[in-house]
């Protein structure tokens, strides 16, 4: 194993910033997800773990050790890219014995690894099949199985399973933590598909932009995003977010949205409202924490969309938007109809309108 810590890590190609002082620490052992839309930063920060890149500015430590200076095949790092980069004239035998030849093991420990990872894999029964022959999802899995197979302390995946079905993505996201769980690497995970980061990842780091917005649990991140970017991004829907302004009444802060009516400030987050100056603030919510109510929000029912075990509810008024997920059985409010909800307390976040930044109070 080998904890990775980067160091106001940065990245420039001219006067382009792909990536601005990172400060990050992957621990022995952890499964890190670097989560993030095309072009935020993610990819060109694995490829300097990798040593593809030398960062413009910063260090890369592997256990204590700057290796910036260390050549890429040095470095003890297993990778897998989004385009599998199989040799096609080989059988899957042969590509997964590769590495190992050219480690120089003995031939027998080369027979009994492959045939073990051929069978983790389940590509024990194309082992002398030739790989030009196979599909996307069979030679994705074999990229894998390719580079696991020399069991390297740090495994990096970048967007290993975009090119592949659904249904594969799911079986290959059970089998990529067990298998990082059996050899027990620190893995980094690139990815745009936020399912795939909360499903597998230990912790997760959001970034947008060249820049790190937030470090933490999935459950962390989905409950306490740290701005309404990490807040839309993480979820499916994401946030609702509208914009309102403070109104207090008897001491006690709540949150008027022009004309869909007014939420209650939690009791967290009463001393964060009264503290700060503006009166303008974005509040938000989870749509699954969305209830039919006789006060709070009104808004107009755009459609409905029935989705297997959820229903989601698209609501709409004066150019605001906002979700609704209702589970199956229950009575959603009709298309083109006026529906009025709330959210519990403990659903509501507060965010600056200008900054983005959550308003911080005690249920953080």
Not at 87 to 107: C, D, I, K
Not at 125 to 154: C, F, H, K, Y
Not at 156 to 176: C, G, I, K, Y
Not at 285 to 299: D, H, I, K, W, Y
Request: glycine share 8%; aromatic share 6%; hydrophobic share 45%.
């Amino acid at each position: 194993m080998s904890e990775i810590a980067l160091e106001n890590l940065g990245k420039t190609f001219g006067d382009f910033t792909a990536l601005a002082e990172m400060n990050l620490t992957i621990a022995n052992g952890e499964f890190m997800a670097l989560l993030g839309p095309s072009g935020c930063g993610k990819s060109t920060t694995m490829n300097m773990i990798a040593g593809m890149l030398r960062p413009s500015s910063g260090a890369i430590r592997f256990n204590g050790r700057d290796v910036v200076d260390v050549p890429m095949a040095k470095r003890g790092v297993g990778f897998v890219f989004q385009n599998y980069a199989i040799f096609t004239h080989m059988s899957v035998r042969e590509n997964l014995a590769y590495g190992l030849r050219a480690q120089g093991t003995p031939a027998a420990e080369i027979n009994k690894r492959v045939q073990a990872f051929a069978e983790l894999l389940q590509l024990d029964t194309m082992l002398d099949r030739r790989a030009a022959g196979l599909s996307v999802n069979i030679l994705q899995r074999l990229a894998i199985g390719r580079s696991a197979i020399l069991e390297p302390s740090i495994f990096l995946l970048d967007e290993p399973l975009s090119n592949v079905d659904a249904a594969f993505r799911a079986v290959m996201r059970s089998e990529l933590k067990s298998l990082q769980g059996e050899f027990d690497q620190t893995m980094v995970y690139v990815t745009h598909d936020q399912l795939e980061a909360m499903t597998m990842a230990d912790r997760i780091a959001v970034m947008d932009h060249g820049k790190l917005l937030q470090v933490g649990t999935p459950l962390d991140i989905y409950n306490a995003p740290a701005d309404t970017f990490v807040a839309k991004f993480i979820g499916a829907p994401g946030m609702n977010i509208l914009n309102g302004r403070f109104v207090e009444n008897a001491g006690v802060v709540a949150v008027e949205v022009p004309g869909l009516g007014t939420l209650d400030v939690p009791p967290t987050l009463q001393a964060a409202a009264k503290d700060k100056k503006a009166p303008n603030i974005q509040i938000g919510f989870r749509p699954e924490q969305v209830n039919a109510s006789q006060s709070g929000l009104t808004m107009h029912v755009g459609f409905v969309e029935r989705i297997g075990a959820r229903t989601i509810v698209h609501l709409e008024h004066s150019g605001s938007t906002a979700k609704a997920v209702l589970p199956s059985d229950a009575t959603p409010p009709l298309a083109g109809s006026d529906w009025t909800f709330s959210a519990s307390d403990e659903a509501i976040r507060l965010f600056d309108p200008t900054s983005g930044q959550a308003l911080k109070g005690r249920a953080h």
